[in-house]
C-alpha cells in the first residue's frame, strides 16, 4: 500500500522564526531514503506506513529536544496498488490538461 504523508511541524515556543528547527526534521527526511516533496506549507513523504511514520516520529523527537510545545498538521492518503504518485498524480493533472505545471 503506497502512503502520502503530508506533515508540517514546528514550535509554537521558539518566537516568529522558526526554520532553524525546521531544517532539522528536512535533515531527517532528506537522509531517511524515503521519497518526498517540499513544499511551501509542509513536506509530503511517500512509503509503506511504518516507514513514513517513523520518519515523522524522528522529526517530532528530534524537535522535543528543545521545544516544550509543538504544532504537527498531518494528512494521509493511503492507495493500494499504485506507486511513484508524487509524481504520477502531477503528471495526470498536466496531462488533462495538457500542459506542464512545473514552476
Do not use: H
Not at 34 to 44: E, F, I, Q, W
Not at 46 to 64: F, L, P, T
Not at 74 to 101: C, F, H, M, N, P
Amino acid at each position: 500500500m503506497s502512503i502520502l504523508l503530508e506533515f508540517s511541524m514546528s514550535p509554537l515556543d521558539k518566537g516568529e522564526s522558526v526554520s532553524k528547527y525546521v531544517s532539522r526534521s528536512l535533515d531527517i527526511i532528506d537522509r531517511s531514503g524515503v521519497s518526498y516533496r517540499l513544499n511551501p506549507m509542509g513536506t509530503v513523504l511517500e512509503g509503506e506506513w511504518d516507514e513514513v511514520m517513523a520518519v515523522m516520529k524522528q522529526c517530532y523527537e528530534k524537535m522535543r529536544q528543545d521545544c516544550i510545545r509543538i504544532s504537527c498538521a498531518v494528512k494521509i492518503d493511503a492507495r493500494e496498488g499504485q506507486t511513484d504518485r508524487l509524481s504520477a498524480k502531477t503528471k495526470k493533472l498536466e496531462s488533462i490538461l495538457e500542459r506542464d505545471l512545473s514552476q
